[in-house]
């Protein structure tokens, strides 16, 4: 079965980086776009980008163009999420996604757990 | 920007049918996903295409779609059903993912 692992709950001080991975199984990783996704306590979804996993391809929100970069280990089917300049409003738990076809639908047909990543100093 | 908006919130009592309603210019042009997200948990696909639905997901969960406005129906509200609904929609050119605010469905 798909199934998408993050890695675990991050701390981080104003101005540092954070690097969140999802290690994905259970389909052919090339095949389908990952999406992340990002989710504040108590507020909506934010769409942050997504990335192409076939051919390194990015795309990101324009909120977040420049400060987030999108990669991937095709060789151990995990893509990852960095942000740069953490804000205290950049706490909030971090989600991939799968998307739901090979032919791009925009969609999450499959979500890791969350990765919850707290600014502070 | 692309906008889509939802009510904050939608109660109805166990049995009857809840509806929320998403609303957008773009949804005339671009297809409508929804999704159910309970406490704690990641969100899950409920309808993909305005009305399609994913394998697993009950036939009382259903979309629909007028003009520029989709709707999530779910007939026969359980207490499972309880939870934060958001549908999700993409700009005029599909390059970017948009989100509706989150609806709260309450089961009274």
């Known amino acids: 079965q798909v199934q998408l692992v993050q890695s675990g709950a991050e701390v981080k001080e104003p101005g540092a980086s954070v690097k969140v991975s999802c290690r994905t199984s259970?389909?052919?990783?090339?095949?389908?776009?990952i999406h992340w996704v990002r989710q504040a306590r108590g507020q909506g979804l934010e769409w942050m980008g997504w990335?192409?996993?076939?051919?390194?391809?990015?795309n990101y929100a324009q909120k977040f163009q420049g400060r987030v970069t999108m990669t991937r280990d095709t060789s151990i089917s995990t893509a990852y999420m960095e942000v740069n300049s953490l804000r205290s409003d950049d706490t909030a738990v971090y989600y991939c996604?799968?998307?739901?076809?090979?032919?791009?639908?925009?969609?999450?047909?499959?979500w890791g757990q969350g990765t919850l990543v707290t600014v502070s100093s | 920007s692309y906008e889509l908006t939802q009510p904050p919130s939608v109660s109805v009592s166990p049995g009857q049918t809840a509806r929320i309603t998403c609303s957008g210019d773009?949804?005339?042009?671009?297809?409508a996903y929804w999704y159910q997200q309970k406490a704690g948990q990641a969100p899950v696909l409920v309808t993909y295409?305005?009305?399609e639905r994913p394998s697993g997901i009950p036939e009382r969960i259903s979309g629909s779609s007028s003009g520029t406005t989709v709707t999530l129906t779910i007939s026969g509200v359980l207490a499972e059903d309880e939870a934060d609904y958001y549908c999700?929609?993409?700009?005029?050119?599909?390059?970017?993912?948009?989100f509706g605010g989150g609806t709260k469905l309450t089961v009274l």
């Open positions: 773009v949804l005339s042009k671009q297809y």
């Open positions: 259970g389909y052919i990783f090339t095949a389908n776009y």
């Open positions: 295409k305005d009305r």
């Open positions: 996604a799968r998307d739901q076809s090979v032919n791009y639908y925009g969609s999450g047909s499959h």
């Open positions: 990335i192409n996993p076939n051919n390194g391809a990015t």
């Open positions: 999700q929609s993409a700009d005029s050119s599909a390059t970017f993912v948009i």
